[in-house]
């Protein structure tokens, strides 16, 4: 048994860990490609399980090398999960086991911790389903790992939500990639409802915030059958709004096309209706991809990306990402190739709209002359270049058609270097904007400017999709030198970008925070 200030030290390492590893803007994106799914290291260990039930909860070890001294902390989730697609169990104290996971090293102490994703060769979780976006899904035979990790679409089943009200206490899975939020309306202290409150950077107008564990809350939202634990789409969290119900359905959930349909499908992406494709009647070709018969039947999806979260970069300068997801009738990713980036072939062309925001092209420098859009060639292992992408620079817009659908598509741009030198100026504007400092920073940072007369001044902090995630300040200030702090402590790690308003004119500026 372990002295109790080793014990504590320990404790501590692994909650640090299971928060340090919850989601971030550095590594998630879902639908086939999960590029660096939270940094994690994939490493296969045996050894002797050692389990120390002393503590508040319930501690488990992996001893590697049989000294007795604990090499890992595997992190099995919150107690009360269970995987549903397999017989796994947690192991006993002794047990003999060869677990699969993600390696996350700790900076507090010297062990690592290892996210569970098999044991003894049976699934216990999937490293890459962010639940976000399962609106309901097809679980077929061997569940979320059938064949691999093949990717499934969202949305199968959002034509058949219930509306209902729902009262309990707030369960929150902070162990794993993104927190996970469930309700537990009984009082036992187990999840009777995965709550779906939409990517973690989606926050409403309301200000409504996501419920603390053990909070009393009062849902409304659209609810979800689901063979483990229903899904509730929040629409109101304790009478307030979350999201609008009357726009929920392609917004949210992707949509089918059909060989032999005689009107066209548009597919939006979550949270912006100015992104879109639309597949035409026609589109069927037969052949599918890299030999696979293409069914009569695709479901459609695609997501807005963190820029920092597409493949192999190189020297593009990417301001906005996308992915695009293809699928079977059996859950498959037709769009799946050697972990995410493959293409199918239509018969004719797809219409795409790409709209991006003026934060993201000031935080990023972008010359919009210089726009230019690619997708990913998984054969040539590189971005090709879109011919043909109009730029509509008044509207933040780009357009395009193609029949080669790629799985994921980009938006770059060549520095606006001008802009960058004016920055240091005082121009016309009336006021300079500094940089933050320090930069990168954790969890705190001080932004400077500089007013050369009185004004009404906002100061708003946005993610790196453009959207805003804090107001800091808006009030009337004087001339002169300022200087504000933001904490970024309720912040997940990741680049933001920070904008200032006096009067009609703004400058916007990046600043990264690495926790």
Not at 423 to 440: A, H, M, S, T, V
Not at 491 to 504: E, H, K, R, V, W
Request: charged share 15%; with cysteine.
């Amino acid at each position: 048994m372990y002295n109790w200030t080793r014990k504590i030290l320990l404790i501590m390492s692994t909650y640090f860990i299971f928060f340090s590893v919850a989601f971030g803007q550095g590594g998630f994106h879902h639908g086939g490609g999960h590029f660096n799914p939270d940094s994690l290291t994939l490493v296969t260990v045996s050894g002797t399980t050692m389990v120390d039930t002393t503590m508040f909860q319930t501690m488990y070890y992996l001893d590697e090398d049989g000294n007795g001294i604990e090499d890992y902390i595997l992190n099995f989730g919150p107690p009360w999960y269970n995987p549903d697609s397999s017989n796994a169990t947690r192991p006993q104290d002794g047990d003999p086991v060869t677990i699969t996971g993600g390696k996350q090293d700790s900076t507090m102490m010297n062990i690592s911790v290892i996210v569970v994703y098999e044991i003894n060769g049976e699934f216990w979780r999937d490293p890459y389903d962010p639940l976000w976006t399962n609106m309901g899904y097809h679980n077929h035979g061997g569940g979320h790992h059938q064949g691999g990790m093949t990717g499934f679409a969202f949305g199968w089943m959002h034509d058949t939500l219930t509306i209902d009200t729902i009262n309990g206490s707030a369960l929150v899975d902070t162990t794993f990639v993104m927190e996970h939020y469930y309700l537990d309306e009984d009082g036992d202290n187990n999840p009777d409802y995965f709550l779906n409150f939409g990517p973690p950077w989606y926050q409403p107008a309301s200000g409504a915030v996501r419920p603390n564990p053990g909070d009393n809350i009062e849902i409304i939202g659209g609810v979800l059958n689901h063979q483990t634990l229903p899904m509730v789409i929040v629409f109101k969290l304790n009478g307030l709004v979350w999201r609008d119900s009357t726009g929920f359905g392609h917004y949210f959930g992707g949509g089918w096309i059909t060989r032999n349909m005689i009107a066209s499908q548009r597919i939006h992406a979550p949270f912006d209706s100015s992104d879109w494709m639309n597949i035409n009647p026609g589109w069927y070709s037969g052949g599918g991809h890299h030999g696979m018969m293409m069914p009569d039947t695709l479901f459609c999806q695609m997501l807005e990306l963190y820029p920092q979260n597409m493949p192999n970069p190189g020297s593009l300068n990417i301001f906005a990402g996308y992915e695009i997801g293809m699928f079977f009738p059996n859950g498959m990713n037709g769009m799946w190739q050697n972990g995410g980036g493959g293409h199918m072939n239509f018969s004719n062309n797809v219409q795409f709209q790409f709209h991006y925001n003026d934060i993201q092209i000031q935080g990023f420098n972008i010359d919009e002359s210089t726009i230019t859009a690619h997708y990913w060639d998984s054969h040539a292992n590189n971005w090709v270049q879109i011919s043909g992408a109009t730029i509509d620079p008044i509207n933040n817009r780009v357009t395009f058609q193609e029949s080669v659908i790629g799985n994921f598509i980009l938006l770059a741009g060549q520095e606006n270097v001008t802009l960058i030198e004016d920055r240091e100026k005082l121009l016309i504007d009336g006021f300079i904007l500094k940089q933050n400092y320090p930069n990168p920073f954790n969890p705190v940072t001080q932004i400077d400017f500089i007013l050369d007369q009185p004004a009404r001044v906002e100061l708003t902090v946005y993610n790196v999709l453009g959207q805003q995630v804090q107001k800091i300040l808006d009030r009337e200030m004087n001339a002169g030198l300022q200087s504000i702090s933001f904490d970024g402590q309720q912040l997940p790690s990741g680049i933001y970008f920070y904008q200032l308003m006096a009067g009609n004119v703004s400058q916007v500026r990046k600043m990264e925070l690495l926790k």
